[in-house]
Each structure stands twice: as structure tokens, then as C-alpha cells.
């Protein structure tokens, strides 16, 4: 079942390829011989993609134009690294109703549709694989992350159900699911630096998230939690929750 991993270099299109985990991606695929689309908005970081050999697409995702301008440039991708994603650190009562529909639309909404597009062409050709980039926070819900955690929550739902749909037609779902990363994102997240400052010791880099992004890509797997422990951090939870938001509480309140 699946792809072949003879012949030609795989065909992969990246989204939030402009920056963290999936700029990263993007150059590691392309230095081992892959032929890389890559999706983003900023114009300077998608030139410097460019400058690697890489195919930049400029999109916006959350509109349909945007989806339509990715396939008409990307038609059949054989592989899909579905890396965008905004997050906002703040109490469910702080967080405001633009910083909801973002992470909403983008976590969520934007990877759906795109999907929703991709697969009819891989159900065709009867191979294909789909990679979300979820979260510990999709297993684990932490305080000022409420939003965030639900997005995470809807993301690993969808990409969960929709492999069980898929995989009588030869086709993969990969959920990676990282702890906290160093990359801007978390920067934006929490703007006071506390939570990442606390963090320091177990932060994961892009480079070993994207190894394991293309580690599942030569050898498809049903999910990849980063860094390895944090997998049992969530089997843990689902046997005692009341404990681990007892114990966990204080200290994912220093977001």
C-alpha cells in the first residue's frame, strides 16, 4: 500500500513554509532530493526559498483564491506537510475574538479545505500521505492555551477519522505531535518570554522536528510524538486527569 519510494523524488507541498518547522522541512527535503512546493505570504522569505530550488507559492490559505492558486501551481502532490499554525497564549476569558477566528481558520479550517481538495487526487492514484503538525496540546490541554488546545483537539479529530477513510485507498495520515518548539511562533504566543524562558532546557529545535517529519515521510507511521516521552506524558493523562491538571496546573500557568 502507499507510494513507491523508487523512481523520481516525491512531489511534496509544505504550507507555513516561510518560517519555523516548515521552512526547515522545506530545505531539508530539498537538499535530499525531493521536489519541494512550498506555501507562504511573506514575498522575501518565499525568494529565499526559491534561492534553494524550491517551488514557493505564494498563498493565502484562508481564502479560496489562495487554495486555487496552491493546486493550479502544485496539482498532485504525493506527499502533504500541513505545517501552518498561529497560537495565542491567554486566559479563555482574555483572548479576543480576531485572535480566536485565527487560530480557528488557520489551525483548523485552512487544513480541511486544502485536504478536501488533495485527496480526491490521491484516492485517484490510489497513493498519497498527509501530515498534520499537531501538538502535545491536542493530547493535552493546558491553562492560556484553552483556544489553542481546542484547535489541536479538532486537528488530531479530523486527521484521526480521516485516516480511517483513506486507508482502504492506499493512502497515509501522520500526526506529529510536538512539545514546545524554538521557533517564532512561540515568541508571538507569548510575548512576555516567561513560558519559553522556563521551558529553555526541554525546547525541541526545528532540525529534530523536521527529521522526524522526513523520517515518516521514507517510513509512514500513524503518529510521532516529540520528544518521545511526551507520549507517555499523554497516556498518563487519559488514566488519571484529575492528577496531571492537579500537578500541571502551576507550572503551565508561568505561560
Not at 62 to 90: I, K, M, R, W
Not at 134 to 161: C, D, E, F, R
Not at 182 to 203: E, N, V
Not at 209 to 223: D, G, L, Q, Y
Amino acid at each position: 500500500m502507499g507510494y513507491s519510494l523508487m523512481g523520481k523524488p516525491k512531489t511534496v507541498l509544505i504550507t507555513g513554509a516561510t518560517s519555523g518547522v516548515g521552512l526547515q522541512v522545506a530545505k531539508d527535503l530539498c537538499q535530499q532530493g525531493y521536489t519541494v512546493y512550498a506555501t507562504g505570504r511573506s514575498k522575501s522569505a518565499l525568494e529565499d526559498l526559491r534561492s534553494h530550488g524550491i517551488h514557493a507559492i505564494e498563498a493565502d490559505l484562508l481564502t479560496d483564491q489562495g487554495l486555487e492558486t496552491v493546486l493550479s501551481q502544485c496539482p498532485d502532490p504525493e506527499v502533504v506537510v500541513f505545517s501552518a499554525g498561529v497560537g495565542t497564549f491567554a486566559l479563555a476569558h482574555y483572548t479576543s475574538d480576531q485572535q480566536i477566528d485565527d487560530m480557528m481558520r488557520i489551525n483548523v479550517t485552512a487544513p480541511m479545505k486544502l485536504t478536501s481538495r488533495i485527496l480526491p487526487l490521491m484516492m485517484t492514484r490510489k497513493s498519497g500521505h498527509l501530515i498534520y503538525v499537531a501538538s502535545q496540546a491536542g493530547k493535552i490541554a493546558t491553562p492560556k492555551a484553552s483556544v489553542y488546545a481546542a484547535t489541536k483537539h479538532a486537528l488530531l479529530g479530523y486527521a484521526n477519522a480521516t485516516r480511517m477513510e483513506v486507508q482502504p485507498h492506499g493512502i497515509y495520515v501522520t500526526t506529529i505531535n510536538p512539545g514546545p518548539i524554538d521557533t517564532p511562533f512561540l515568541d508571538l504566543a507569548d510575548s512576555t518570554g516567561t513560558y519559553k524562558s522556563s521551558l529553555k532546557k526541554f525546547l525541541l529545535s526545528v532540525g529534530e522536528v523536521s527529521s522526524a517529519i522526513v523520517r515518516v515521510i521514507e517510513r509512514p507511521v500513524r503518529e510521532v510524538d516529540l520528544p518521545w516521552y511526551m507520549g507517555i506524558s499523554s497516556k498518563a493523562y487519559n488514566m488519571a486527569p484529575g492528577l496531571i491538571e492537579r500537578v500541571g496546573r502551576n507550572f503551565f500557568m508561568k505561560k
